[in-house]
């Protein structure tokens, strides 16, 4: 509709797709239980950013999405939040169970930056969040995955190793994120990526969060999005 055309336009966000969903203008319009409400609110945000206005909408719907954006902008929350309702959806949480979200980002400092900002959002609900990437002795980082996790952080190389080891199995995962696409294949994690999603359930849900998207993120899109929205907010070039 009209109103929704403007407020697109105010919020400088590009969409395309088939069957668009609708962006919000607050958090009150999230449909999130108080629980998530409540630690979104102890951030001291006062309303989503742009991102987060249309990027959350198109998760909770379980639709694909490839979301373009520059840095700063708000990219993690906007799939942090849609993962908690999709984990308290499942019928009930089992010990020693794989992730049923999996968050893949390209560096250790990212995935543990990931891990703390989703910790605070998990924790109330009881979800274990586990991190794991290179550089740190896998005896541990076995064990916690043997334990069961809802959500995964990690880096494509050491998730490989682990699941060689049979530290952890996919076959719970239908949310998977892949945080920094771009960042990803810059640094050749490219066939890593494919090895990790070509492991992971089909009709999963799939989000990627990128600040370009240069042709070899589009053509890894093109493989393993089923019928994505994709959005871009301001002038990313996309
Ligand atoms: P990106 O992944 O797009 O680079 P981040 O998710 O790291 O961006 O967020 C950048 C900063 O903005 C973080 O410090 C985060 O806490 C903050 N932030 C996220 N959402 C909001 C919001 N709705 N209001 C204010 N600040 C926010
Ligand atoms: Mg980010």
């Known amino acids: 509709t009209e109103r929704v055309f403007e407020l697109r336009k105010d919020l400088d966000i590009r969409i395309n797709g088939k069957d668009l969903v609708n962006p919000v203008t607050s958090f009150g319009h999230y449909g999130f239980d108080n629980l998530l409400i409540q630690s979104i609110q102890k951030q001291g945000y006062e309303s989503p950013t742009s991102i987060q206005k249309q990027a959350v909408p198109i998760a909770l719907s379980g639709r694909d999405l490839i979301a373009i954006a520059k840095t700063g902008s708000g990219k993690t929350a906007s799939f942090i939040w849609p993962a908690i309702p999709h984990i308290m959806d499942q019928p009930y949480l089992e010990k020693g169970d794989g992730p049923i979200a999996l968050f893949v980002a390209p560096t250790r400092e990212l995935a543990h930056q990931i891990y703390l900002e989703t910790q605070k959002f998990a924790k109330p609900y009881k979800i274990r969040t586990s991190v794991i990437y ?86 890894l899109a093109r493989n393993i999005l089923i019928d994505p929205i994709r959005i871009s907010i301001g002038n990313t070039g996309s």
Do not use: H, W
Not at 197 to 215: H, N, W, Y
């Open 134 to 219: 290179g550089g740190v002795t896998k005896l541990l980082q076995c064990r916690e995955l043997k334990a069961g996790c809802e959500i995964l952080v990690t880096t494509p190389g050491r998730l490989i190793d682990m699941i060689k080891l049979k530290a952890t199995k996919m076959n719970r995962v239908t949310y998977l994120v892949l945080d920094e696409a771009d960042r990803m294949f810059d640094m050749g994690f490219g066939p890593q990526v494919q090895s990790i999603v070509g492991q992971i359930r089909p009709d999963r849900q799939t989000l990627l969060f990128s600040a370009t998207f240069p042709p070899n993120i589009e053509e």
